[in-house]
């Protein structure tokens, strides 16, 4: 079987979402955001990212370039699990890296199926709605 990997970047605090945006998007952080970017891009490319919708909708909406990786939209209304999903992906896209990014929603379907968590900080003190959930590590 392929290798899964989570990949995400979270505030001091866990924080990871923001009425449906990363909440870290301002001039603020902007040093930061395109370090963590090129950090994500080195780390998956030449993978498959699986994403729920509001995930993928946020990342195009930051222009996303999906140069050198697949894209899956992940969903519950889909006709099959996570595990059958995977599977998919692997006869699609034999020895590539699949990685989960996203959102809370898809790492708490794909947790039991996550084999290495990629985590990155930000510097982010403020308001969330959405925050990582350490009990997904234990899968």
């Keep these: 079987m392929t290798e899964v990997n989570a ?30 970017l090129a950090w994500f891009a080195k780390l998956t490319a030449g993978g498959v990212l699986v994403v729920g919708r509001r995930t993928y909708d946020e990342m195009i909406a930051m222009g996303f370039k999906n140069k050198d990786r697949a894209l899956a939209v992940w969903s ?7 595990g059958g999903f995977i599977t998919m992906l692997y006869q699609k896209y034999p020895g590539r890296p699949i990685w989960i990014c996203g959102g809370a929603e ?10 290495r968590w990629h985590i990155s900080r ?4 403020g308001p969330a709605d959405v925050r990582f959930n350490p009990v997904w590590l234990l899968g």
């Design 7 to 36: 990949i995400l970047a979270m505030g001091s605090s866990g924080q990871m979402g923001l009425n449906g945006r990363l909440p870290w998007l301002s001039d603020d952080y902007a040093e930061q955001v395109k370090a963590d």
């Design 76 to 82: 519950r209304d889909q006709n099959v699990g996570p």
């Design 106 to 115: 898809t790492f708490e379907c794909f947790k039991g199926y996550i084999m």
């Design 122 to 125: 930000i510097a982010y003190n």
